[in-house]
């Protein structure tokens, strides 16, 4: 056997063992056991207060309308963007920015993580904290992964660049076409406890067109509903 045969050889049988360990933190995509062992990952706060969160912005259509209704409530949420869309939507950023809310990145390209080396993984990262750093001149320290689903790689890359991946602990399924506004905040409400984290869109460029318009009709009732039982709702920097 030869030198190549017997390292090719080698780097077939090791091949599982890489694969396993890249795949592994997608146990973390699974809601419940994710929320009771996981819990910082899950964006869990404190027991008083709810972390409002946003993924898929900024969208010039849908986005200055929750801005808007957020504004009216005087409510702050976390808004993780795409970095293609922060880039292509500078002034909406600041917007965004100088509304209070606070700023996370949901990657450069809302492409499943698992598909996506080190190198890949770390550029797109890299790319989008980068940019939203150069439009609002503060250096997002949060990451949301899209899907929600994590890779060793991703993990690795989080924090060479310095950023803490938070997912939720309950969501609205807003992004498909069958929703509605009673049925997202049916949907949310059904898993909704103190300290949670919820997720909605802002934006429906990974969604059915128009989805979007279901999260902005369910969120006054959601809110009202958190109101209701006493809890704040506000970003995740303030939720403890």
Not at 194 to 210: F, V
Not at 220 to 227: A, G, K, M
Request: one cysteine or more; glycine letters at 10%.
């Amino acid at each position: 056997m030869t030198a190549t045969h017997l390292i090719r050889k080698t780097a077939l049988a090791a091949l599982p063992a890489l694969l396993a360990a890249h795949t592994a933190p997608v146990v973390s995509t699974f809601g419940p056991l994710r929320n009771r062992f996981m819990p910082r990952l899950s964006g869990r706060g404190r027991p008083d207060h709810i972390a409002l969160t946003f993924d898929d912005g900024p969208d010039p259509l849908s986005t200055p309308q929750f801005l808007r209704l957020l504004a009216e409530r005087q409510v702050r949420a976390t808004f993780f963007l795409l970095g293609r869309e922060a880039h292509r939507s500078p002034g909406l950023v600041r917007e965004i920015a100088a509304a209070g809310h606070e700023i996370g990145i949901h990657g450069w390209l809302h492409r499943p993580l698992l598909l996506r080396g080190p190198r890949a993984t770390y550029d797109d990262f890299g790319r989008a904290r980068d940019t939203v750093a150069d439009i609002t001149g503060g250096r997002p320290t949060l990451f949301r992964p899209p899907y929600g689903v994590m890779s060793t790689a991703a993990h690795l890359a989080a924090h060479r660049l310095g950023l803490t991946p938070v997912l939720w602990t309950c969501w609205g399924e807003d992004w498909t076409s069958r929703a509605t506004p009673a049925s997202v905040h049916r949907t949310v409400t059904t898993d909704l406890d103190g300290g949670g984290t919820i997720l909605l869109h802002d934006s429906d460029c990974t969604s059915a067109p128009g989805a979007w318009r279901s999260a902005l009709g369910a969120l006054p009732l959601i809110l009202d509903t958190c109101e209701q039982h006493g809890y704040e709702v506000g970003r995740l920097r303030d939720h403890g």
